[in-house]
């Protein structure tokens, strides 16, 4: 749970691993709903990885980096983090369209990518210093998904990328009647790896003077950014990063 503004966040989330999913892990057994379609579960997810890549295609081109650079960060086959998380936000007519369901905070891992129908998801715009004014509606798009950066991907940047700090509010209007499910596929690094920044021709930035190297393993970095967030204390990646040209909509039919 997150806190918000009113308390606690008041959204319901179930979260499939990747890596139990595929079998590269013990199996944990699911509801019924979830068993009986483990294949479905399967090629989404392998038909969303897919997906992924080729927006990380793009990403190597922009950053000028060797093709490949940062899926074999984030590959199928290796351990990790990666998930399939399944969120509903349920109509509750006594409360106000404007509270909050799901607090502010940027994704932790590489790459996101979000599919939803029922509106309700906001984000702050880059240089906004007013967390509490200056949200903005992010309107769902009939056969498309959303696609987040992750902190990681700031980090292994040099903060050339940038993660967006968003939220979920009631949804707004008529759509405060109906339940806001959301599915969301997201991507975190091969556990091994590490957090170091990459090296580019020119776009990725090479150290400053007197700035240290980020040395820790994937996960060690995670756990202290998820300590970190339920703390409270949340760094918004909002300002600064330079424009790559990619879309925050991408086209996709997953199943």
């Known amino acids: 749970m997150l806190k918000?503004?009113?308390?606690?966040?008041?959204?319901?989330?179930?979260?499939l691993s990747q890596d139990e999913v595929l079998g590269s892990s013990s199996l944990r057994k699911n509801p019924e709903p979830i068993e009986s379609r483990r294949s479905e579960c399967q090629?989404?997810?392998?038909?969303?990885?897919?997906?992924?890549?080729?927006?990380?295609?793009?990403?190597?081109?922009?950053?000028?980096?060797?093709?490949?650079?940062?899926?074999?960060?984030?590959?199928?086959?290796?351990?990790?983090?990666?998930s399939v998380r399944m969120l509903l936000t349920s109509p509750?007519?006594?409360v106000s369209s404007r509270r909050i369901a799901f607090g502010g905070h940027t994704d932790i891992g590489t790459i996101t990518m979000l599919f939803n129908v029922v509106g309700g998801l906001q984000i702050l715009p880059v240089g906004s210093e007013n967390i509490h004014s200056n949200w903005l509606y992010i309107r769902p798009e009939p056969g498309c998904a959303i696609i987040n950066i992750g902190d990681s991907l700031v980090v292994k940047t040099g903060e050339v990328l940038r993660s967006s700090l968003h939220?979920?509010?009631m949804p707004p209007g008529k759509q405060a009647n109906f339940p806001r499910y959301s599915l969301a596929y997201?991507?975190?690094?091969?556990?091994?790896?590490?957090?170091?920044?990459l090296e580019s021709n020119g776009v990725i930035p090479p150290l400053a003077e007197g700035e240290e190297e980020e040395t820790r393993s994937v996960d060690d970095w995670a756990t202290s950014k998820v300590q970190q967030i339920m703390n409270g204390v949340i760094k918004p990646h909002t300002t600064g990063g330079r424009p790559?040209?990619?879309n925050v909509l991408a086209r996709t039919s997953v199943f």
């Not at 308390?7 to 319901?12: L, Y």
């Not at 997201?186 to 920044?197: A, C, E, F, T």
């Open 43 to 82: 090629s989404f997810i392998r038909h969303s990885h897919s997906v992924i890549c080729d927006l990380l295609a793009h990403l190597d081109r922009n950053l000028h980096l060797v093709p490949g650079t940062l899926a074999a960060l984030n590959p199928l086959d290796k351990t990790s983090a990666t």
């Open 92 to 94: 509750d007519p006594t």
């Open 244 to 246: 790559l040209g990619a």
């Open 167 to 169: 939220r979920v509010i």
């Open 4 to 15: 918000t503004e009113d308390g606690r966040d008041a959204i319901e989330v179930y979260t």
């Open 186 to 197: 997201l991507v975190r690094p091969d556990h091994n790896g590490s957090m170091h920044r």
